[in-house]
């Protein structure tokens, strides 16, 4: 049996129909780019029945030219009782131009009988004259049997007819699908194997993730012979989403040896995931599997110890080989080595003995105990270290800033921050609009420092969180915000804490952007050089 296994992405389709999900078109373009830079076999890029926007990205992708990844179109068989020539959706599909095709037929008696209502003849059919319709036009079909593990486990005969049905009709591949994502792997092992065994035609997997067991059932698809295995690229997907091909692929080629994509693009895998959750405007899981922030991530003693030592002892691979990192979190637990780390991106010449760690480890504790937590807000803590080492120049200085709240309230417009700062004894007063007064802040701080740091304005908060650190003190408690910036490339995270709101976001704001400063004055001096 060949040891390649075709992906197949839906992030453009199902991944669409989750929750707070919504791409442009040129969302999708971009999302296509990126899914065909790492070598993605198939993407499926919408149904262009179903509105006009993807009916207008069909138009914009014939003109796209893609290294290796086909796009596909995605409809239903046609409706009962009436034939291809005339079936609305299969006119769509051919209008849409692809060279590959996918469509969804009932492998589940009860669905066809009940939801669509009409009969298990009717149905097969539906997908026959569906399939060869589609092939008499030269297309590359898939056909997805929906709720097909449902459908088996209640009329095995009827499922396995139905597949029967779009295999005589030409169907290049048959995906089954768990629609219900209710099906345990065991059942998908041993029900792929028995579809396998019988037809000639290539299997493929879709699962859903309402279990939980998304990823392990495409897993145990590919282990019973599947080799088309469809997902989207970090998860997204209707309900609790989809099979996370950020998973799926490095578990088969760097666990299993089997090809998913090209060799080279393993190590982009992270950058690809990070990508795709820009473009989709949601952030990242940090505990994704392999690309999130947190795979790598050691905050035990023993743990950093332990992997300072061999890195075997607590990751199950190199974190460069997708692409990602290791990461040592700061804090009261984490023991001398993860700081040491740390202070080795500052000073490498310094030891865990040298007595500047020990003044930095107390440093640190001082600060935690007064509320900081620097496990999430890495670049603040360098920014510690590079002030107790005597490393550290302020790149501007705060004169006085001002925020009003505003009444009544104006959508993305309810308050106003005027800000006074100093750079190299230059004075810049600017004001701007918010949503809230951090939000107008945020703004202010950096529209005064574009003016001196024209990068600046490449930088913006994806995310933004407070934490009451002692509720009895009621209104007049002490808070600790955490920020997270980007600049469309790097994330970093800055915390600030105080009994003020406002000012607690203002150390955050101040250490995010310096961090975002002093990164780029240290690469373009190691450029220079």
């Given at each position: ?173 048959l995906v089954l699908c768990d629609t219900n994502g209710g099906t345990f792997p065991s059942e998908v092992h ?26 392990a059932n495409s897993q145990m698809a590919v282990e019973a012979g599947a080799r088309h295995v469809q997902g ?298």
């Open positions: 049996m060949s040891n390649k296994v075709f992906i197949f992405d839906s992030t453009l389709r199902d991944g669409a129909q989750a929750d707070g999900i919504s791409f442009s078109v040129e969302d999708k373009v971009k999302v296509v780019k990126a899914l065909d830079e790492i070598g993605v076999d198939y993407i499926e890029a919408g149904n262009p029945m179903s509105n006009p926007k993807d009916m207008e990205f069909f138009d914009r992708i014939a003109h796209l030219e893609l290294s290796q990844a086909r796009i596909v179109a995605f409809g239903s068989t046609r409706k009962s009782n009436i034939s291809p020539q005339e079936d609305a959706g299969l006119k769509a599909l051919e209008k849409a131009g692809t060279s590959t095709v996918a469509i969804f037929g009932k492998c589940w008696d009860f669905h066809v009988t009940d939801i669509i209502e009409t009969s298990l003849e009717e149905n097969l059919n539906m997908i026959r004259d569906s399939v060869a319709y589609l092939k008499s036009l030269g297309k590359e079909v898939i056909f997805d049997g929906e709720h097909f593990f449902d459908g088996f486990k209640n009329n095995s005969e009827y499922a396995m007819q139905c597949l029967a049905a779009a295999a005589e009709a030409g169907a290049d591949c041993d029900i792929t194997r028995k579809v396998v065994d019988t037809f000639s035609t290539a299997i493929g997997i879709h699962c859903h993730n309402d279990c939980g067991m998304a990823v989207t690229f970090i998860g997204y997907g209707e309900r609790c989403g989809n099979a996370n091909l950020s998973t799926i692929i490095p578990n088969l080629q760097l666990k299993r040896k089997m090809e998913c994509i090209p060799e080279a693009s393993i190590p982009r895998l992270t950058m690809i995931a990070l990508t795709i959750a820009e473009i989709s405007n949601i952030s990242l899981n940090k505990r994704e599997p392999y690309v999130g922030r947190c795979a790598f991530t050691h905050k035990g003693g023993m743990h950093v110890d332990a992997v300072n030592k061999t890195p075997q002892s607590f990751e199950h691979i190199d974190p460069e080989a997708v692409g990602n990192r290791r990461i040592f979190l700061t804090s009261e637990v984490a023991g001398r080595g993860a700081v040491i780390s740390k202070i080795h991106k500052v000073s490498p010449e310094l030891t865990k003995d040298s007595p500047e760690t020990t003044r930095i480890i107390k440093r640190l504790k001082e600060l935690e105990h007064a509320g900081y937590q620097f496990e999430a807000a890495e670049s603040s803590f360098e920014l510690i270290i590079r002030k107790e080492l005597g490393k550290y120049r302020p790149l501007f200085e705060l004169v006085s800033f001002k925020v009003i709240g505003e009444q009544p309230y104006r959508e993305g417009l309810s308050a106003t921050a005027l800000i006074k700062i100093i750079v190299d004894g230059k004075e810049e007063i600017t004001a701007a609009e918010g949503e809230g007064p951090v939000n107008a802040l945020d703004k202010a701080l950096r529209k005064a420092l574009e003016v001196f740091y024209p990068e600046i304005a490449q930088v913006y908060l994806i995310d933004y969180k407070v934490r009451v650190l002692d509720g009895k003190s009621a209104s007049a408690s002490k808070v600790r915000v955490l920020i997270e910036s980007t600049d469309g490339k790097d994330t970093w995270a800055s915390v600030g804490v105080s009994r003020d709101i406002i000012e607690a976001s203002w150390l955050a704001l101040v250490d995010s952007v310096e961090y975002k400063l002093i990164k780029d004055i240290e690469s373009k001096f190691k450029a220079y050089l």
